[in-house]
């Protein structure tokens, strides 16, 4: 499915896009616009693939459902993406692809993406209709943003499985199983923690307009830099909750120490009373 935003002065209209001939009558209506492609079909990805330049490996990426590192610049547009983690028995991330330049936005998703993307379009809604200023970067912005809040919701998930991991540690500090968790949520930790990095470094660079043909509105600077903030504090949280799991390794060591040292004690006594036992056969023998 295909969807145009398009914004002319204090309207804005939500259309379908078919083909590429509508799309070359999009910038004449609109002062700017959005389009919104959610699992393009053949028609949409020959739409997106004119947009691309017919750049094939980056259709390819898209196709796969590969992340952009950093950002690409295209001769007239800049295409990067923007990652969505969803935590349900595993961490799963899912791209939105945006190519942008001043006067356009498209965006490529799967429907697990769906949720930000139609906080966005609210939010723009809203910002039209009071007459505020708009634009692509406007858009890209606020999909950074609530795409980092929704990220930023897994962290408080992590705490608690770790919570929950640390008083099974407490209860049976020797068991093989806990071990394993630790490990996974630390893979998890460290998967979450270079996402999120990577999130802070774009809106660093889109905040500093080091981004090709994106122009940058200076309330879009004010709301990436309340983002990067919550970035940052939740980085701070997930040290904080990787050195928690080494707590608990390290309990699983004295654990494990304690358990080698009770087996000695044991087989110390047992020899002990074998010698003993040895000692009395043999008296006994020589008493004869």
């Known amino acids: 499915m295909m969807w145009v935003y398009g914004v002319k002065g204090k309207k804005m ?53 590969k992340p952009i590192p950093r ?47 139609e906080y966005v379009i609210q939010t723009l809604q809203d910002c039209v209709s009071e007459a505020e200023e708009t634009g692509p970067s406007f858009v890209l912005s606020e999909l950074l943003r609530e795409a980092a809040n929704r990220n930023l919701d897994v962290v408080m998930k992590l705490r608690e499985m770790i919570e929950r991991v640390e008083e099974e540690a407490m209860a049976k500090p020797s068991r093989k199983a806990v071990i394993n968790k630790v490990f996974t949520l630390k893979r ?47 980085l701070e949280f997930l040290n904080s909750y990787d050195s928690a799991l080494d707590g608990i390794l390290r309990l699983q060591d004295l654990s494990m120490i304690h358990g080698v040292e009770r087996t000695l004690i044991y087989l110390t006594i047992i020899i002990v009373i074998m010698n003993v036992i040895l000692i009395v056969l043999e008296l006994g023998f020589f008493s004869h």
Not at 31 to 55: K, Q, Y
Request: hydrophobic share 40%; glycine share 2%; charged share 30%.
């Open 188 to 234: 998890r930790i460290a998967m979450l923690y270079r996402l999120l990095c990577s999130e802070e470094q774009l809106m660093s660079s889109l905040k500093d307009g080091l981004i090709p043909n994106v122009k940058i509105q200076e309330k879009c600077v004010l709301s990436l830099e309340d983002a990067m903030n919550n970035i940052s504090r939740e």
């Open 13 to 65: 209209r939500a259309l379908d896009l078919i083909s590429l001939e509508e799309l070359k009558t999009l910038a004449k209506k609109f002062d700017w616009f959005w389009i919104d492609c959610m699992e393009p079909d053949p028609n949409e990805s020959e739409v997106i693939s004119s947009l691309l330049h017919h750049e094939q490996k980056i259709l390819e990426n898209i196709k796969g459902g």
């Open 71 to 117: 950002y690409k610049k295209l001769s007239d547009c800049t295409i990067l993406s923007i990652s969505v983690v969803t935590f349900q028995n595993d961490l799963k991330t899912y791209p939105i692809y945006a190519i942008i330049n001043e006067k356009k936005l498209l965006t490529v998703r799967n429907k697990d993406t769906f949720s930000p993307v």
